[in-house]
């Protein structure tokens, strides 16, 4: 079992910035690939960015590339997503998600190939 606890979304006015942290605990978390999603009101959730297990290979949606950075420390267990330039079309809820396996040099862009996922934290930018 992988437990997953996001931090660091709040409000920010557009051109801010933020970066949210993943937190995961649980047997061998650390070497499992990991995802950030987000979620608007009435939209699909949607992949942001994602990272293979060991940081060597990474995934940014079109519309976050060039603004945004998926970096992980496996040494805190940690993935974080820095959010630059933000825009008030970035706003949602974002989640941190974790396969349960894959220990190689893939990353995965689907929500319905992870495991688990965090509660999730809200990220507001205002125009």
């Known amino acids: 079992q992988v437990q997953l606890v996001e931090s660091g979304g709040g409000l920010m006015q557009a051109g801010g910035s933020l970066r949210l942290s993943c937190a995961a605990s649980?047997?061998?978390?650390?070497?499992?690939?990991k995802g950030w999603f987000r979620q608007a009101p009435g939209k699909e959730r949607e992949v942001v960015a994602a990272?293979?297990?060991?940081?060597?290979?990474?995934y940014l949606a079109d519309s976050v590339k060039g603004r945004f950075t998926i970096s992980r420390d496996n040494a805190k267990n940690t993935v974080y997503l820095q959010m630059n330039s933000l825009k008030p079309e970035d706003t949602a809820v974002y989640f941190c998600?974790?396969?349960?396996?894959?220990?190689?040099?893939?990353?995965?862009?689907?929500?319905?190939?992870?495991?688990?996922w965090g509660q999730g934290t809200q990220v507001t930018v205002s125009s």
């Open positions: 649980g047997r061998t978390s650390s070497l499992y690939p």
């Open positions: 998600a974790s396969k349960a396996s894959g220990a190689d040099s893939r990353f995965y862009t689907s929500a319905y190939e992870y495991d688990y």
């Open positions: 990272i293979n297990w060991n940081g060597g290979r990474a």
